[in-house]
């Protein structure tokens, strides 16, 4: 089946720290890849997403690689700030039956302390 | 724009009681999603509109749910005789059509916290 499993949290870091939250997948087709962010009290918002292998999604200094032979699609971030502090999902997306469903991963908490 | 919303925002039911939900996408946006959130787990896939036609529903769906959009503008998800165990956050999500390989984005919206007590 498909179904997308993360790095178990919370995670706690430091203000400038290095960040990685690792995702793998598992796919029966060619999947889309996307890290959703939520922060509190708030919806989940798309940070960044990639569509096909090497690919590599980046946005507000967070990026992740698609790398098909590790079925991986790992988080990082070189430099966090406490405005990082939210919940992360790793999802993936297939076109099933005419229907982008997204199936997404548990969810990491990351908590950053200045 | 201002996005997706949903209404309400809270909803406190007892159990047996039912409850309604709505959804109102993006208005340039054919396809709708609705899913379910537990506390601690990722949001989980429940039905699918493009435009008014329901196209999927996943089997968490169980009979006492039911999801219209009329005129292919907002959704509505409506739990008959509820249970605790539908105690969860249900979101909305909206998109474009986009290419065959699935990247286009989904927007969500804040979410209905349900609490059934």
Same mark, same amino acid.
């Given at each position: 089946g498909n179904s997308v499993?993360?790095?178990?949290?919370?995670?706690?870091?430091?203000?400038?720290?290095?960040? &990685?939250?690792?995702?793998t997948y598992t796919a029966t087709g060619y999947p889309s890849l996307?890290?959703?962010?939520?922060?509190?009290?708030?919806?989940?918002? !798309? !940070?960044?997403?990639? &569509?096909?292998?090497?690919?590599?999604?980046?946005?507000?200094?967070?990026?992740?690689?698609?790398?098909k032979? &590790?079925t991986?699609?790992?988080?990082?971030?070189?430099?966090?700030?406490?405005?990082?502090?939210?919940?992360?999902?790793?999802?993936l997306s297939l076109?099933i039956?005419?229907?982008?469903?997204?199936v997404?991963?548990?969810?990491?908490?990351?908590?950053?302390?200045? | 724009?201002?996005?997706? +919303?949903?209404?309400?925002?809270?909803?406190?039911?007892? %159990?047996?009681?039912?409850?309604?939900? %709505?959804?109102?996408?993006?208005?340039?946006?054919?396809?709708?999603?609705?899913?379910?959130?537990?506390?601690?787990?990722?949001?989980?896939?429940?039905?699918?509109?493009?435009? @008014?036609?329901?196209?999927?529903?996943? %089997?968490?769906?169980?009979?006492?749910?039911?999801?219209?959009?009329?005129?292919? +503008?907002? +959704?509505?998800?409506?739990?008959?005789?509820? @249970?605790?165990?539908?105690?969860?956050?249900?979101?909305?999500? +909206?998109?474009?059509?986009?290419?065959?390989?699935g990247?286009?984005?989904?927007?969500?919206?804040?979410?209905?916290?349900?609490?059934?007590?």
């Open positions: 499993t993360q790095m178990e949290g919370p995670v706690t870091l430091s203000e400038e720290a290095f960040l &990685t939250i690792n995702c996307f890290w959703y962010v939520q922060y509190p009290g708030e919806g989940l918002q !798309l !940070l960044l997403k990639a &569509t096909k292998a090497d690919d590599k999604g980046s946005n507000k200094g967070f990026e992740a690689t698609y790398r032979e &590790t991986s699609f790992h988080l990082e971030k070189g430099s966090v700030q406490v405005s990082d502090s939210a919940v992360y999902f790793c999802a076109i039956q005419g229907a982008q469903k997204l997404f991963g548990q969810g990491t908490r990351l908590t950053i302390n200045p | 724009d201002t996005g997706v +919303s949903q209404d309400p925002r809270h909803k406190i039911t007892k %159990r047996g009681q039912n409850v309604t939900f %709505r959804c109102d996408p993006i208005s340039e946006h054919n396809r709708l999603y609705w899913y379910r959130q537990t506390l601690g787990q990722g949001p989980e896939f429940l039905t699918y509109f493009q435009n @008014e036609a329901q196209l999927e529903k996943s %089997r968490l769906l169980s009979d006492r749910f039911s999801a219209e959009r009329p005129k292919g +503008s907002f +959704s509505t998800l409506e739990i008959q005789r509820t @249970e605790q165990g539908d105690s969860a956050m249900y979101l909305c999500a +909206s998109s474009t059509r986009g290419t065959r390989f990247g286009y984005e989904q927007y969500f919206g804040p979410g209905t916290r349900l609490t059934v007590t």
